[in-house]
């Protein structure tokens, strides 16, 4: 008797899957026309949303990156943009060069983000409520507030030649871009050194005064 009663158990457990077996092909039979369609069609405005809103976000100016003329542009920018990504510059940093290739080609990649540039030299007011000390510096902002900035090449792996990517993790962490990546390990390139920040070492020194044309070093303000 235990043994029938353990085979009409199994049985009924069998029946019970192949109903749910059942009941999920019937489901995606029935979905082969309308819910299939419907699918279809809510991806098929979710895209046009997509180019809709970008295409609103490059009217205004995002998907470039360019120079403001003044600290009244700053802050216009920083309203009209969610988010912001602003270089504080002067051409005789070479340096600011460098971040200068590496944010036009982050620029178009990244549409959702306004990527700017301003002369610190013009901007006095600017640079002295910021605390711009360094040169170049990133300053970050979202929903018009400054959050977060990146000063020289420290974080960006403490040498010139660091690659696009390591600019883009670092303005992931910062929540300038929509990162898809890893955001606690930084991308690896060339021989990582121990020491200083996030596993790279400083960069050797900075360059007081405004008038070293030919140093590669950031400039203190």
């Given at each position: 008797m235990a043994q029938n009663a353990l085979e009409q158990h199994l049985l009924e457990a069998t029946r019970v899957v192949e109903q749910q077996l059942d009941a999920e092909i019937e489901k995606?039979?029935?979905m082969e026309d309308d819910d299939y369609e419907k699918l279809r069609q809510r991806r098929l405005d979710a895209m046009k949303n997509a180019q809709k809103q970008?295409?609103?976000?490059?009217?205004?100016?995002?998907?470039k990156y360019y120079e403001i003329a003044s600290e009244k542009d700053f802050f216009e920018e920083s309203k009209r943009s969610?988010?912001?990504?602003?270089?504080?510059?002067?051409?005789?940093?070479?340096?600011?060069?460098?971040i200068d290739k590496h944010l036009e080609i982050l620029a178009p990649k990244n549409v959702e983000t306004k990527f700017v540039k301003i002369n610190a030299e013009?901007?006095?007011?600017l640079v002295e409520r910021l605390r711009i000390v360094v040169l170049p510096t990133l300053c970050i902002a979202i929903d018009?507030?400054?959050t977060d900035y990146i000063v020289g090449f420290d974080e960006l792996g403490g040498v010139d030649d660091f690659p696009t990517e390591?600019?883009?993790w670092r303005l992931g962490r910062a929540g300038a871009i929509n990162y898809q990546g890893d955001l606690v390990n930084p991308p690896e390139f060339g021989e990582k050194k121990k020491g200083g920040i996030l596993g790279f070492s400083k960069t050797s020194k900075?360059?007081?005064?405004?008038?070293?044309?030919?140093s590669s070093d950031e400039d203190d303000w």
């Open positions: 995606l039979d029935r970008n295409q609103e976000l490059m009217a205004k100016g995002h998907g969610k988010k912001l990504v602003c270089h504080f510059y002067r051409d005789s940093t070479f340096r600011c060069k460098i013009k901007c006095p007011f018009g507030k400054t390591m600019m883009e900075t360059i007081k005064g405004r008038d070293d044309e030919d």
